[in-house]
């Protein structure tokens, strides 16, 4: 964002900032008549799933504000809070807990990506390049991930080693690295061929454990594309839009969503990320890096060692 549209954004009358957020409460609203519906008539329920109620509901909805502001903020989807959370602490089956927090990223990521949109913060060649072959990798990954089906002990393995990579990230640069390398700009560089390479592979990993592919992506810009931080944080919500929209689609075809919980989840994120991405250029996220590192850590090691009969709390 330029200086004079940072400047005219933050003088905004308080009318142009309801009408800037417009699209954001329909789209809420929407969740929410949704979310009551799928629990009005019991739609969607997937199996291994305790019913919803009131205590149960409202956890949901904070812990998809987290995962929406984490994603605001350092531009991922949220599904890295979100899973482990639903899947240790409150007993969904690994593969739903997979599918249902792919399906409510794509809440977090048209929202978070669209705050971004309003603050300038997208380099829109790059998100059609790196979406574009994102699809085909979640289309791969989605087939793979049929092939874990009744293998969670497996499917637990792999989703520990993908978090160890978010983990070592966010610990190095929340120790060791205070800030972002500094580049400016408002466009991500390098070849088209690249980018392309890069989101299928993302797409990949997205399709296999339902991560949204924003701890891959956010990095992956930075530092093989030299792009600009602020840049790619909206570039990678964006992009983490159709990806999250196959992905979940799919898994809710084949009945790995349970879809109340989804759509909660989605309603809290949508806020959460609004938030994030109101406020990520007044935000040092070192301390937020590490903090949320270590958890990253914690959830590898617990899913790894699960997958040699070892259960730490």
């Not at 004079?4 to 969740?31: H, S, Y």
């Not at 992956?220 to 840049?231: E, H, K, N, S, T």
């Not at 989804?262 to 609004?274: C, E, N, P, R, S």
Request: hydrophobic share 60%.
């Amino acid at each position: 964002m330029t200086t004079n549209a940072a400047t005219a954004a933050a003088t905004a009358p308080p009318a142009a900032w309801w009408r800037r957020q417009l699209p954001t409460a329909v789209l809420l609203l929407i969740m929410i008549v949704l979310a009551a519906w799928a629990l009005a008539t019991g739609a969607g329920t997937a199996p291994g799933v305790a019913p919803m109620d009131g205590p149960k509901g409202v956890a949901l909805v904070v812990i998809g504000f987290l995962a929406g502001l984490l994603g605001g903020l350092i531009g991922t989807g949220g599904c890295s809070v979100m899973l482990p959370i639903i899947h240790f602490w409150m007993g969904y089956p690994a593969m739903i807990a997979v599918g249902t927090t792919l399906f409510a990223v794509f809440f977090t990521a048209t929202s978070g990506g669209y705050g971004h949109l309003l603050q300038r913060n997208l380099d829109v060649r790059a998100f059609w390049w790196l979406g574009g072959s994102g699809i085909a990798g979640v289309l791969l990954g989605s087939w793979l991930f049929l092939l874990l089906a009744g293998q969670e002990i497996v499917l637990g393995l792999i989703l520990g080693v993908i978090f160890l990579w978010p983990a070592i990230r966010m610990i190095y640069e929340g120790l060791f690295q205070r800030a972002m390398p500094k580049r400016e700009g408002a466009a991500i560089p390098g070849a088209a061929w690249g980018m392309a390479v890069f989101g299928f592979a993302v797409g990949i990993a997205t399709g296999i454990a339902g991560v949204g592919g924003g701890y891959a992506l956010v990095p992956g810009l930075i530092y093989l594309f030299g792009a600009p931080v602020y840049i790619t944080m909206g570039t990678s919500l964006a992009t983490m839009i159709p990806l999250a929209a196959v992905g979940g689609g799919i898994k809710l075809a084949q009945g790995f969503v349970d879809l109340a919980t989804g759509l909660v989840l989605g309603a809290g994120t949508i806020v959460g990320a609004q938030v994030g991405a109101a406020i990520i250029k007044r935000f040092k996220p070192a301390t937020l890096k590490l903090i949320f590192g270590l958890y990253f850590l914690y959830v590898a090691v617990k899913f790894i060692t699960g997958f040699f009969g070892v259960h730490i709390w």
